[in-house]
């Protein structure tokens, strides 16, 4: 795989110590910004064949902010062309302390009752398909989640639960990579950990319809 994506780097992540909104997004667009395009293009083939249907890049821009900077960014591939938050979908991005490749149903999107009602008949299967050191998130903002294999029977049917009563609930799973590891990767070598992960999470893609 040949790519004009070389990996990231200290002074990308270094982006989410810059103090202050205007600031950081000028650190953001001039370091990360570009690197996330190139990802998202390069991995859009990959990513359609994969679902099945066009999936289309969107890398975020944050336009909604007016005083705290972003503590992350990312960039996802959804089925649709104008947006991406109200459907499944994939993403790959950065907090400072890590990169995350991850499939994500964020509260936006109507498809958290299908996904928690697949998730519940498919649960044993999902359990021993995932790798231990995926992890689960029900909050895209924080950057904690829980290991895969930390995940209780009691963590699981909370989370499904949760998916199909709370209105604003939302799940992500997938790979946390260290800062530290990370910018180590070559931009191949990354770019063949993030297509890995993605053929690994796509069951729960599919559960998602």
């Known amino acids: ?22 600031a950081r997004m000028e650190a953001l667009i001039e370091h990360v910004r570009p690197k996330l395009e190139l990802i998202g293009a390069e991995l859009a083939p990959l990513v359609s064949a994969l679902a099945g249907e066009d999936m289309f890049v969107h890398v975020a821009k944050h336009a909604r902010r007016k005083v705290n900077p972003p503590i992350d960014t990312w960039v996802a591939w959804a089925a649709n062309k104008r947006g991406y938050k109200a459907l499944p979908h994939f993403e790959v991005g950065l907090f400072g302390t890590h990169l995350f490749v991850i499939f994500a149903i964020i509260y936006e999107s109507p498809n958290k009752a299908v996904f928690a009602a697949n998730l519940e008949a498919k649960l044993k299967k999902t359990i021993k398909a995932l790798p231990g050191h995926f ?29 199909k009563e709370v209105k604003k609930a939302e799940v992500m799973c997938g790979l946390r990579i260290p800062r530290e590891e990370a910018v180590k990767l070559s931009g191949d070598k990354l770019l063949e950990k993030v297509q890995e992960t993605f053929e690994t999470l796509l069951p729960l893609y599919k559960m998602s319809f």
Do not use: C, R
Not at 145 to 153: D, L, N
């Open 1 to 22: 795989m040949t790519t004009a994506f070389t990996g990231f780097n200290d002074q990308d992540f270094d982006v989410f110590s810059v103090p202050g909104l205007e």
């Open 135 to 163: 992890y689960w998130s029900m909050d895209h903002m924080n950057p904690e989640g829980t290991p895969h294999q930390s995940m209780s029977q009691g963590d699981f049917e909370k989370l499904i639960h949760k998916l």
